[in-house]
């Protein structure tokens, strides 16, 4: 007996196709409008929020403030909150007839940076970790201009319901920083403690693009990311007798330089691979040979496969060039990965093409361009990894002054970008292209038929 789909089933598809289908509805300058002018209604308001988050942010998993902060504007707006979730996550959501089911989502967590860009809304912050560590902190990454753009995003929505029609979800996400929070979320139950989407989407403020100008990337946005350590180990001694040791200090340079072969050498050229030591850390004083050295390492890259491949090349070099310097087997270099892999991030090819059409339609032809896909990571793609098979998006909006950006390009120089202690995005234009991007891919894909 042939088997018909069930009523739910069918439902899902249509919502499904409905998000993916080129866009239908041409926007009208009157809404095109009315978004315009509640932007500059609560603009100074979301710019004192921005400054304020900027003043005043947390690190990874202890969000504390700034989940409340969205958890009180999203109850003031008529969502339905839920705090707390999977750790200090926030989902807001808000049911406004039939149609599809729509997650837009803001990362909120800072990083352990001292600021030093100089601003009089510079963070000072030292706070502990979630390990108890006293840490500066900084938002070197964007996310207080994101956590605001929802809260932007969210009272455009509210004051435009007649124009859209499904359920919203908005979620304040912890832990980016440390690739966690989405995989804690999840497990706690997002897709079936809520509606399933039928689709999710996020915006990415950046310093290479030019403040306001809006960037997208269909299929591979962002990279694997692998964590690797290697505990470099020998036989210490003084350092006025090193032929009674075994120098880890050298073979850590030994390893360091014969690592850069691995994508230079072993993988076919053109595959996009990043191998960087960002920290070595081994010895006390001058005149002592250690008896270890520790290195952390980050890999990047666009395929599983790669990635494996970087792993057992690392573990390869280390274990053999510590033969080479004569250590016995107990005394090899030993390679871990301390944490799961924090897969590639992957943008849906027809929700891209939708929003990229919705985004030229809102925005001046001159400030949508088409963007390479970045090795930077995101768990922003576990969204699109349950079985539930979700299509994601997440698109850029530029945060550096172009003023700032010719000058460097003038004198040959780089621009501090994201993650950098002097970075941090213009609110003027950034911030309003920001809540008008997101609105206008809310408004397109929860439009009324």
Partial sequence: MKKHPSPSALRLLSSILCLLAPAAFAVTDGLRDAVDQKITAEYASLEAIYKDLHANPELSFVETRTAALIAKEMKALGFEVTEKFGGMGVVAVMKNGSGPVLLVRADMDALPIKEETGLPYASKVVMKDFTGKDQPAMHACAHDMHVTGLIGTARVLASLKPHWSGTLIMIGQHAEEMLGGARAMLQ??????????????ALHVGGDIPAGQVGYVEGPVY?????????V?????????????RDPIVLAGQIIGALQTIVARELKPGTPAVVTIGSIHGGSRANIIPAEVT???TLRCYDEAVGDHLIASIKRISENLGRAAGLPDHLLPEVTVPYDRNPVTVNDGPLTRRLAATFRAWFPADQVKPQEPATYGEDFAEFGRTTHKVPISIFWIGGTDPAVMAAAHAKGEPWPSNHSALWAPVPEPTLKASVKAMSA?????LAKK
């Fill in 223 to 231: 990279a694997n990311v692998d964590t690797v350590v290697i505990k």
């Fill in 295 to 297: 290195m952390e390492l």
């Fill in 188 to 201: 706690d139950g997002l897709y079936t403690r809520f509606p399933t989407p039928d689709a999710a989407i």
């Fill in 441 to 445: 891919a809310v408004l397109d894909l």
């Fill in 233 to 245: 180990r020998g036989i210490g001694g003084h350092g006025a007798r090193p032929h009674t040791t």
